[in-house]
C-alpha cells in the first residue's frame, strides 16, 4: 500500500513539473489517501497481529 502511495507522490512531482496541476493533483491526493490507509493498516497489523497459538 506504501509502494502504490510512492509511487502515486512521484508521479504527481513528474506532472507538477511539467505543468500538469489537474494530475498532479489528483495524484497527491490518491497519494495521501493510500498512505493514510497504509498507515492504518499497518497500525492495526502491529496491534492485533500475530499472536502465539494458545496452549
Known amino acids: 500500500m506504501i ?3 510512492v509511487t502515486f507522490l512521484i508521479i504527481a512531482l513528474i506532472a507538477g ?3 500538469l ?3 498532479a ?3 497527491v ?3 495521501w489517501i493510500l ?3 497504509g498507515m492504518i493498516l ?3 497489523t502491529f496491534a492485533f ?3 502465539p497459538p494458545p496452549l
Open 49 to 51: 497481529g500475530r499472536r
Open 35 to 37: 498512505f493514510v490507509v
Open 3 to 5: 509502494s502504490w502511495a
Open 17 to 19: 513539473l511539467f505543468g
Open 42 to 44: 499497518a497500525v492495526i
Open 21 to 23: 496541476t489537474g494530475i
Open 29 to 31: 491526493n490518491i497519494a
Open 25 to 27: 493533483g489528483t495524484a
